[in-house]
């Protein structure tokens, strides 16, 4: 399937997306061919506007992710902003004729913000769902992922398993993360036990801080514990403190967003039956974690 978006993103995507939309983007049809009757035809010479029909223009809809999160979300050895999500997203696009997608970059802790002020209209980054999100954001319906937090530490750290063995100690986690929530959600009933440390930084620098002992621990999904650390330097222990959908994330009471959801469930649906998500999955993520079980 042609895809519709460059890997320039920004500058080029829109140019080649338009190229690639096939008969729901091309040139309008052209006029009758002389063989074909046109009874009745008052259009005068030169003016096409009876011959020709333009098809409805495409919404261009801008998707906010980021660079930084391995196999999901990240900037290639060719400049090529690539992942997981993003080729899902692509994906998506390439079977919504309706939308445009054009990909916007940031930092993971702007792209909320960036929603809320419709600078994106939705947010592909591995976004798991939790109650303290649904108060403020529409999710679609159709998850994508699913997947299991737990702590992750040194590889010989043996005293960790749980969050209470983290009292006293550095956490590091994504601000507005999932598993940032987990820790404050904890800290909020145990008087802020645990030390929480803000990632500024990418997967190399969350090794390197727990490895060189700057923090003591970091919160994972499954998934993503080879792909941060692909040379095995850290472990998850414990039991998983959550488990959760993955899916995109929307602006609340938008008619227009909530239409742009109910497509995106569509396209999921048609992946998830050809096998297309799957094979993204253990593509890109080492393994298939579309489905719950």
Same mark, same amino acid.
Request: proline residues 5%; contains cysteine.
């Given at each position: 399937?042609?895809?519709?978006?460059?890997?320039?993103?920004?500058?080029?995507?829109?140019?080649?997306?338009?190229?690639?939309?096939?008969?729901?983007?091309?040139?309008?049809?052209? +006029?009758?061919?002389?063989?074909? +009757?046109?009874?009745?035809?008052?259009?005068?010479?030169?003016?096409?506007?009876?011959?020709?029909?333009? +098809?409805?223009?495409?919404?261009?809809?801008?998707?906010?992710?980021?660079?930084?999160? +391995?196999?999901?979300?990240?900037?290639?050895?060719?400049?090529?902003?690539?992942?997981?999500?993003?080729?899902?997203?692509?994906?998506?696009?390439?079977?919504?004729?309706? =939308?445009?997608?054009?990909?916007?970059?940031?930092?993971?802790?702007?792209?909320?913000?960036?929603?809320?002020?419709?600078?994106?209209?939705?947010?592909?980054?591995?976004?798991?769902?939790?109650?303290?999100?649904?108060?403020? =954001?529409?999710?679609?319906?159709?998850? =994508?992922?699913?997947?299991?937090?737990?702590?992750?530490?040194?590889?010989?750290?043996?005293?960790?398993?749980?969050?209470?063995?983290?009292?006293?100690?550095?956490?590091?986690?994504?601000?507005?993360?999932?598993?940032?929530?987990?820790?404050?959600? =904890?800290?909020?009933?145990?008087?802020?036990?645990?030390?929480?440390?803000?990632?500024?930084?990418?997967?190399?620098?969350?090794?390197?801080?727990?490895?060189?002992?700057?923090?003591?621990?970091?919160?994972?999904?499954?998934?993503?514990?080879?792909?941060?650390?692909?040379?095995?330097?850290?472990?998850?222990?414990?039991?998983?403190?959550?488990?959760?959908?993955?899916?995109?994330?929307?602006?609340?009471?938008?008619?227009?967003?909530?239409?742009?959801?109910?497509?995106?469930?569509?396209?999921?649906?048609?992946?998830?039956?050809?096998?297309?998500?799957?094979?993204?999955?253990?593509?890109?993520?080492?393994?298939?974690?579309?489905?719950?079980?």
């Amino acid at each position: 399937m042609t895809r519709k978006t460059s890997p320039t993103i920004l500058v080029l995507a829109l140019s080649f997306a338009l190229s690639a939309c096939g008969a729901n983007s091309g040139p309008a049809a052209a +006029p009758s061919s002389p063989e074909a +009757p046109a009874p009745n035809s008052a259009a005068a010479p030169g003016d096409q506007t009876g011959a020709e029909t333009s +098809p409805e223009k495409a919404t261009k809809i801008i998707v906010g992710t980021g660079t930084q999160f +391995p196999k999901v979300c990240f900037i290639d050895e060719n400049g090529k902003l690539t992942g997981f999500d993003v080729e899902l997203v692509r994906e998506i696009d390439n079977r919504l004729p309706q =939308y445009e997608f054009e990909f916007q970059t940031q930092e993971f802790k702007s792209l909320l913000l960036s929603l809320e002020t419709k600078k994106i209209d939705f947010v592909a980054h591995e976004m798991e769902k939790n109650p303290e999100r649904e108060e403020k =954001y529409l999710f679609n319906q159709e998850p =994508y992922a699913h997947w299991r937090n737990k702590i992750v530490v040194a590889k010989d750290n043996d005293s960790v398993q749980s969050l209470d063995d983290l009292k006293g100690k550095k956490v590091l986690v994504g601000a507005t993360s999932a598993q940032a929530q987990i820790i404050e959600n =904890y800290n909020k009933e145990n008087g802020n036990a645990i030390k929480v440390v803000y990632s500024n930084g990418g997967a190399n620098d969350t090794v390197d801080q727990i490895v060189t002992g700057r923090v003591d621990a970091t919160l994972a999904a499954d998934f993503a514990l080879s792909l941060i650390d692909p040379e095995g330097k850290l472990k998850a222990t414990g039991p998983a403190l959550s488990e959760a959908d993955i899916l995109f994330m929307f602006r609340k009471n938008d008619e227009e967003a909530q239409k742009l959801s109910d497509a995106i469930d569509g396209a999921i649906r048609e992946l998830k039956a050809d096998g297309t998500l799957g094979k993204l999955s253990t593509e890109w993520l080492g393994g298939d974690f579309t489905a719950e079980e």
